[in-house]
């Protein structure tokens, strides 16, 4: 019984590091997505056209100065598309740092965002 017990728990630790190791070695924090990709290839979104993009069939959204486009993701999206869409074509630092409720959003989630980069928010307008 003592070495189940063991084995038990070494493979716990062994789970909880493996975790850790990947959070920390393989996912790009948010801000690093702009770093990821070429500085010359992103686009200047002025906020006049982020907020012609605030619907279901074209959902842009800037976080952290950068402009994402959401639109295909909103279905596979874990919350009803309502949560995206109030957010459509506007600045969602906050929404997105906080989820509405002062929860970040997970590692794998920022993963995801260097996926749908499409450019920089212009910061002069």
Sequence with gaps: M???????????????????????????PPQAAAEAADEASLRTISKAELARHDHAESCWKAIDGLVYDFTDYIPEHPTPPA?????????????????????PHSPAADAMLPDYLIGRLETNN
Excluded: D, P
């Design 83 to 103: 949560v995206m869409l109030r957010w459509c074509g506007k600045e969602a630092s906050e929404a997105y740092h906080t989820k509405g409720y002062g929860s």
């Design 2 to 28: 003592n070495q189940f017990l063991y084995t038990a728990f070494v493979a716990c630790i062994a789970g909880i590091v493996s975790i850790w190791l990947y959070a920390a070695l393989i996912v790009t």
